[in-house]
Nanobody, 126 residues
Framework: EVQLVESGGGLVQAGGSLRLSCAVS????????IGWFRQAPGKEREGVSC????????YHEDSVKGRFTISSDNAKNTVYLQMNSLKPEDTAVYYC???????????????????WGKGTLVTVSS
């Protein structure tokens, strides 16, 4: 019954912006932390950002700090990732995931997630 569906990906030029959405059903956002991950072609998956909405706690990886912002709209059961000043190295499939751990920092990305979305592709051209 739990489902996470990403949307908002697309093709943009360097310096542009996109807003990704993660629509969540079957669970209450206040009970879970939502993380954004990405996997670039030929590279390992990496954590990008996370949010624990119950405590309004967020974390952003150094490579995206100042450019990306994660937020949550609990009334809509949706988590967003606003991406500004996009760079070609941001090109990847972006996934959202949910688990019960707090968004405590970089270590959060090493936890096993309970649920995953199927991903949305972001392509940034030079």
């Amino acid at each position: 019954e739990v489902q996470l569906v990403e949307s908002g990906g697309g093709l943009v030029q360097a310096g542009g912006s996109l807003r990704l959405s993660c629509a969540v059903s079957g669970l209450i956002l206040d009970d879970y932390t939502i993380g954004w991950f990405r996997q670039a072609p030929g590279k390992e998956r990496e954590g990008v950002s996370c949010i624990s909405s119950s405590s309004d706690t967020t974390y952003h990886e150094d490579s995206v700090k100042g450019r990306f912002t994660i937020s949550s709209d609990n009334a809509k059961n949706t988590v967003y990732l606003q991406m500004n000043s996009l760079k070609p190295e941001d090109t990847a499939v972006y996934y959202c995931a949910a688990d019960l751990n707090y968004c405590s920092g970089r270590r959060y990305f090493d936890y096993a997630m309970d649920y995953w979305g199927k991903g949305t592709l972001v392509t940034v051209s030079s």
